[in-house]
């Protein structure tokens, strides 16, 4: 086995894996509560531009279907959440919001918002999600039945979700690379985006007039972002680099909401959700509450 | 597993779409000192114009850009289609609308004057959206 897959399949806490479950089916139910699919069901076909398998459908889905879906949706998700038959649960949900989130990207551009919380709860989908955490957990325990797991089959999930949010900015970074390359730093790029963005709206953005009417800070700012677009990858090698890289990644969405008002909250959630070990923040708040450690079921049976 | 990740991975290297998969271009692309924009304005029986923000119609609508820059490449009906279904967003918002005209407009991002630009925007009509349908650029709505 080589050492990336060594790594990838190492053994892994089930409560760190329960918090990306809770972390990702929550922001996944706040996705698909929005209005905005009830808005887009019924669009004129002349407009529809699908992707992916929604090309297969001849335009949006009916609205009568599409709030069939959100319910459905919805309910799973948090259903999911909380741990009650995610095996279940957890697919149906993760179904319906690739159709939902779908809809968003098929007025021809994607929602990349939506698509890095999907793509991170696929490891999740064949994953033993409930064993800790859930209420199919506690339901084990009550009935004396606790599951019988192993830790290996808790690590990569994680590990595997942590690789898909890496190489999302390291590849929105490669891109700006492949097809602008230096430039897009060394030229007054930033500042043409945010003029073009500013002047597209009704009120001017003063955030960005002020980053780009200074070109110093436009290239600051540009070539900051694409560093740690590029090098955020470091964070699975050197764990600790996280401290560093959430933070960074956060600052840039913030940055990005006030300049462009772009909102990329789904994405911040699934960053915080899985980089953060929530296990390790549950302990110690525990311990300063005076509380013990709380259980986990055990590795082997009693 | 590994089939995602090899997935997930290809489609990151080669810029490939397959959503939920895609190639994560996010303003990737190099920005110049001008600028393309494509703008709705609507046009009451009187001839007087107010521009149609789609976006704040409905979500539905939201493509218009894409749409109009590709409108040359639609076949007619496509495009009758899409400026009465223009046309008919337009009219949820101004009942009194006529027609609607769809502009491709080319601004210069420098020099400003303020928070705008210094020079005005230069206007090339792209369509005129009525009932029956699209009209060519330069072809004036009965």
């Known amino acids: 086995m080589s050492r990336v897959e060594r790594w990838l399949f190492a053994p892994g806490d ?78 149906l949900a993760w179904g319906c919001g690739a159709l939902l989130l779908g809809m968003a990207s098929s007025l021809g551009k994607v929602a990349h918002n939506d698509v890095i919380v999907l793509a991170c709860l696929i490891p999740l989908l064949a994953a033993p999600v409930g064993e800790a955490w859930s209420v199919d957990a506690a339901l084990a325990r009550r009935a004396r039945n606790p ?22 900015y390291f590849f929105t970074g490669l891109a700006k690379l492949v097809l602008s390359g230096p430039a897009w730093v060394l030229t007054d790029n930033m500042r043409f985006i945010l003029y073009a963005d500013s002047d597209a709206r009704a009120v001017p953005n003063e955030v960005a007039l002020f980053i780009a009417d200074r070109p110093w800070l436009a290239h600051a700012v540009a ?3 694409l560093l740690l677009e590029v090098t955020f990858p470091l964070v699975l090698w050197r764990p600790r680099a996280a401290w560093l890289y959430v933070p960074g990644a956060i600052l840039l969405h913030a940055g990005i909401f006030l300049a462009m008002r772009l909102d990329y909250w789904a994405w911040v959630a699934t960053l915080l959700v899985v980089f953060v070990d929530w296990p390790a ?4 708040l525990g311990s300063r509450a005076g509380r013990p450690a709380p259980l986990t079921i055990p590795a082997s049976p009693p | 597993m590994r089939a995602f990740l090899v997935a997930f991975v290809v489609a990151g290297l080669f810029n490939l779409d397959l959503w939920p998969l895609t190639g994560w271009r996010l303003f990737s692309g190099l920005r110049h000192a001008e600028t393309m924009a494509v703008e709705a304005t609507a046009v009451d029986a009187a001839g007087h114009g107010s521009r149609v923000r789609f976006g704040r119609i409905s979500s539905a609508y939201r493509g218009l850009e894409l749409v109009a820059r590709s409108f040359g490449s639609l076949s007619g009906p496509e495009r009758d289609a899409a400026c009465r279904a223009w046309l008919q967003g337009a009219r949820t918002a101004q009942p009194g609308v006529v027609a609607l005209r769809i502009d491709e407009v080319r601004i210069r991002l420098l020099p400003r004057r303020g928070d705008r630009p210094a020079q005005p925007p230069q206007r090339t009509v792209v369509t005129t959206c009525t009932d029956s349908g699209a009209l060519p650029p330069g072809a004036l709505p009965p």
Request: aromatic share 4%.
């Open chain 1, 147 to 168: 599951s019988l797991h192993t830790p290996a089959r808790h690590g990569w999930p994680v590990r595997t979700a942590m690789v898909v949010v890496a190489g999302a």
């Open chain 1, 281 to 284: 923040v549950a302990d110690r």
């Open chain 1, 14 to 91: 089930p409560r760190r894996l329960a918090a990306v479950r809770i972390g990702l089916c929550s922001v996944l139910a706040l996705r698909l509560l929005r209005d905005v699919y009830v808005e887009l069901a019924g669009q004129d076909p002349a407009l529809f531009r699908p992707v992916s398998f929604m090309r297969l459908l001849p335009g949006m889905p009916p609205r009568g279907l599409v709030m069939a879906l959100q319910v459905a949706g919805v309910a799973a998700a948090v259903l999911a959440a909380v741990g009650l038959r995610s095996r279940l649960t957890l697919p």
């Open chain 1, 223 to 225: 070539a900051a972002t």
